[in-house]
């Protein structure tokens, strides 16, 4: 199957998802369970991450100003650019395609091999739909929330950094935090996410719900869904980039 066929049976695959809806109370336990299994445990390495990476580009960027010309607060402002406009809504996600991507395409491939999926679909239930849907939702709507924690937690690792190194003053990076703020850069990032968000759900249940082979088959999914997930991600990322700040 070329990648022109899979595009167009990933579309196909979308048709099914927000057609027939199941019973409002079944869809609502699948919704809260795939906020827990998607979002919640997610927050862990989000923070994790985000904290360190932030002290990190704090760092480098004032061992980069050694000209005495050059104003400190500087780092603060850097810190805050590259940790809004890239950091936290694209590399995060790419984080997160790894780790969700990998249990959506296991989690639905295993139904699929177990042949619970058929017996969905003989019961009368769109499969589709109550597999991929609550995981779109949870996602799409989980997701800006965990990306705005990941700003915060990188901007403070960066304070935290310079504080733990004395490398640059505390009221330096402050004043350059709030230098020249944008709240149009906010609305890109969480726009990114959302598109992000939607991509992290539907290509890894693509992948799981079309997966052939037995066990063996799924990991081989899993693998192929996480690098489809990135790429889609990077693709996606320099569109929304030229279509929203150019």
Known sequence: MNYIEHVGKYFMMLGQ???APQKFRVFWEALFREIEQLGIK???????????????IALQTALNISDPLIPKMLIGFAT????????????????????????ITSSIGSMRVTEQIDAL????????????????IATI?????????????????????GIATGMFFEADYIKGIQYDFNSYLIFYAIVKTIVFAFIIATVPAYHGYYVRGGSLGVGKASTQSVVWTIVVIVIANYFLTQMLLT
């Open 17 to 19: 998802v927000f057609k």
């Open 42 to 56: 997610s927050i862990g390495i989000i923070s994790f991450i985000s904290f360190f990476i932030g002290g990190v």
């Open 80 to 103: 805050k650019r590259s940790i809004i406009l890239e950091f936290a809504p694209t590399f995060c996600s790419i984080i997160l395609a790894g780790k969700v991507g990998s249990y």
């Open 121 to 136: 679909e003989i019961m009368g239930v769109n499969s589709l739909n109550y597999l991929v849907l609550p995981k779109i």
């Open 141 to 161: 709507f989980f997701y800006p929330f965990l990306i705005i924690l990941g700003m915060f937690l990188g901007i403070f690792g960066g304070w935290v950094a």
